[in-house]
T-cell receptor
């Protein structure tokens, strides 16, 4: 069974500092990994999708890396802003008969202090 | 404006009552999903549907039912058999169900269900 872990569960940084969020998964047989942002009481907003054949994806200040063999992904957010405060979740779609499923981590809640 | 619309935003259920959560998408996506989110936990899959008139149970389907009569719509009914229904419910869709060409999943804004 695929287990997805996000550490730390919460993170507080001063504005301007770079953010590093970690995601690990136990089964490396995945099709892709997706990073989401969730604001309190809201749905999930897709940030980046990394296919299993890719090493990284970039969008503006966001960069996500994927090391499939070690079961790790890292989301980097450069020059953090108070508006980056949210919960960030990662999810993997794994190879196999259950490939319709996304397995989610519990998320990292980020607070950026002005 | 393409997206996924969930309604209502807040829903209150009395003991023994069935309630239905609406999910509509205009993204022309084949696959649709229902997830449940509880505080401090990852999302858990309730049901999913690959095509019209077909749906499959996820990890926590007991006490829930769905239908998929139209491509755009995937309503979820929380029945009285669901003993702990208070949670945040999220609907999602994706263009391609699985395989190496799988695409992004997009989510609605959620429905918060509370038992009163």
């Amino acid at each position: 069974k695929q287990e997805v872990t996000q550490i730390p569960a919460a993170l507080s940084v001063p504005e301007g500092e770079n953010l590093v969020l970690n995601c690990s998964f136990t089964d490396s047989a995945i099709y892709n990994l997706q990073w989401f942002r969730q604001d309190p009481g809201k749905g999930l907003t897709s940030l980046l999708l990394i296919q299993s054949s890719q090493r990284e994806q970039t969008s503006g200040r966001l960069n996500a890396s994927l090391d499939k063999s070690s079961g790790r992904s890292t989301l980097y957010i450069a020059a953090s802003q108070p508006g980056d405060s949210a919960t960030y979740l990662c999810a993997v779609r794994h190879v196999g008969p259950n490939d319709y499923k996304l397995s989610f981590g519990a998320g990292t809640t980020v607070t950026v202090r002005a | 404006d393409g997206g996924i619309t969930q309604s209502p935003k807040y829903l209150f259920r009395k003991e023994g009552q069935n309630v239905t959560l609406s999910c509509e998408q205009n993204l022309n996506h084949d696959a649709m999903y229902w997830y449940r989110q509880d505080p401090g936990q990852g999302l858990r899959l309730i049901y999913y549907s690959q095509i019209v008139n077909d749906f499959q149970k996820g990890d926590i389907a007991e006490g829930y039912s769905v239908s998929r009569e139209k491509k755009e719509s995937f309503p979820l009914t929380v029945t009285s058999a669901q003993k702990n229904p208070t949670a945040f419910y999220l609907c999602a869709s994706s263009l391609f169900l699985g395989g190496s060409r799988s695409t992004e999943a997009f989510f609605g804004q959620g429905t918060r269900l509370t038992v009163v």
